[in-house]
């Protein structure tokens, strides 16, 4: 970076956000600048703190649900799955198999969606405006699928303690086969139309190196933290549910850039339609809830779950003290720790690859502030 | 400089593959609907906000003023009051309010329900100047369904 001495006396601030378009909602960055160069991006937060762990702690636990889709509205399901396993684990509550298997799939799903939409305003953040039409009309697919059975398109409510709220039938089945078959088509489409791209390529490759030290350092996980090569996925790693008898693989990257978390996010994709395709030849007959006792209560003591939610490892801590109400419940979200790189990230980089940075990170506001 | 010729082809190429994507969508089935001009059926499952069950046999609610679903409720949207009228043994429902501007879709409400009296309406079209115009007054719709 070249400073003349000019742009020396002339540093100045800009505020990037809250209101725009490539923060993905309300987040402010203060960037102090030197003609186009970022010295200092700084991200504050707090705009929408709405307050959700509180709120978990004034109410039974069965209250809460409704609450969990609403933290990350763009990939719900997997939310919904932590905290009903929470309570499951906590209350010792046995879920019946094909319930473990329709949320599997119904998460898996939403994964996809989650990452169409993102690979869409991703390209946005760059300047392309097509890929995005492309994206939803696939990603309309999903949700008219989740919509059929959960009656909700985004802030799902869908799972319930033991189980899930109602069974999936045959149209279900089949539309997703359908899906699974068109988005492998699909595939091929995007791969001409974004990831061969030679303007793409430019914007993403060697901009925003996440070495494998410094994403461990922020606690990165997810996608940004298998783009800096480390193979850690929860599903992997720390299996729940179901995930161990399916046959998938990690996707990771080599040297931690946008194009390599671009790259990780398409192939995990293709991934998570493999654990679905499986789930959908093994699934199992029989009920898809348990009998679970009107009033949960949660004995004194601690417990912890860990789910891999579309953008990283969400886990939830739960402290009961033998009510209904839960003592303490934290959430810990994946975009906060994720955003926590930039002001090492961003210092003496241009502002369009900043954009650049920030859209491959994936961040979800609402996520970040609860 | 053989280089620089080089990525200038394979740039140009994966430009014009790309454009080639675009071309062919161009004879491709319209997908976008035309809203509002045009809909699309929604699923029978798709929730709304609730509503009563009208009974087609006693042409009445299926609802004993319980309480249950007041309770159930995560955000408090639901207001029920049952009376006591002049030669009934049991409670007739004489209120049922619901304040859909906090009401999150749970579904809580329609499962607590031990009279399986309540259920999602398919109506997603609401868009209103005020705030009182979401306090739905839910006796008072089941009223005009009733024939
Ligand atoms: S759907 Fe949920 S939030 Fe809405 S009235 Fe019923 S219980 Fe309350
Ligand atoms: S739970 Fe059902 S029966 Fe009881 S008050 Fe509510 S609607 Fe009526």
Known sequence: MLESDFQKKNRFFLNMGPQHPSTHGVLLIVLEMSGEYVLDPQPVLGFIHRMHEKMAESRPCQSFMPNTARMDYVCALPYNHGYVSLVERKAGIEVPRRAEYIRVITSELNRVASHLLWLGAYLLDLGAFTPIL?????????????????????????????????????????????????????????EKLVTKNIIFIKRTENIGIVSPDMALRYGMTGPNLRGSGIAYDVRKNEPYSIYPEFDFEVPVGEQGDCLDRYMVRVREMEQSLRIIEQALDRLPEGPVRAKVPKNIKLSPG??????????????????????GVPYRLKVRVPSYSNLSC????????????LVSILGSFDLVIPEMDR | MKQYFSEIYTGGKSLVEGLGVTFKALFQPIVTVQYPREEIDITPNYRGHIDLVLDPEKNT????????????????CIKIKGEKLEGEKKKTLVLFELD????????????????????????????????????????????????
């Open chain 1, 134 to 190: 492309y994206g939803f009309d696939d990603r309309e697919h999903i949700l008219d699928i989740l919509e059929d059975i959960t009656g909700s398109r985004l802030t799902y409510c869908y799972y319930r303690f033991g189980g899930v709220n109602q069974d999936i039938d045959d149209k279900f089945v089949d539309s997703t086969r359908a899906f699974i078959k068109r988005l492998r088509k699909r595939f091929v489409i995007y």
């Open chain 1, 302 to 323: 601690d417990c912890n779950f860990a789910v891999e939610a579309a953008r990283g490892e969400l886990s939830y801590y739960l402290v009961g003290d033998g009510t």
């Open chain 1, 342 to 353: 930039l002001p090492e990230l961003g210092r003496g980089i241009l502002l369009p690859d």
């Open chain 2, 61 to 76: 609610f299926l609802c004993i003023s319980c309480g249950m679903c007041e309770k159930a409720c995560p955000s408090d």
């Open chain 2, 100 to 147: 859909f501007t906090k009401c999150s879709l749970c579904g809580a409400c329609v499962e607590s329900c031990p009279k399986d009296a309540l259920e999602f309406s398919q109506e997603y079209n609401l868009a209103a100047f005020s705030r009182e115009a979401f306090h739905f007054d839910i006796l008072k719709r089941l009223e005009e369904r009733r024939t």
